[in-house]
């Protein structure tokens, strides 16, 4: 019953693809904007993202 009412949730290809448009937008070049970027995320994905999924991937983005 709950399902019916909660957001569906992103895959991992879409979380990354969603961080990697917040990076370009913002300019995000290091892991010291990862507060920043995860912001941005909880703010315009709220419920439709596993958040430490997003975490890793968002970390692993910024410290290339």
């Given amino acids: 019953l ?3 009412f ?3 949730q992103l895959n991992e290809e879409d979380i ?3 961080i990697k448009k917040i990076i370009n937008k ?3 070049t290091s892991i010291k904007d990862m507060g920043a970027l ?3 995320l909880k703010n315009q994905h ?7 999924i997003a975490g890793k991937i ?7």
């Fill in 58 to 64: 968002a970390k692993s983005l910024l410290a290339d």
């Fill in 6 to 8: 909660w957001p569906e």
């Fill in 16 to 18: 990354e693809n969603i």
């Fill in 46 to 52: 709220a419920g439709s993202l596993d958040m430490a």
């Fill in 26 to 28: 913002k300019k995000f």
């Fill in 2 to 4: 709950i399902n019916q």
């Fill in 38 to 40: 995860m912001k941005d």
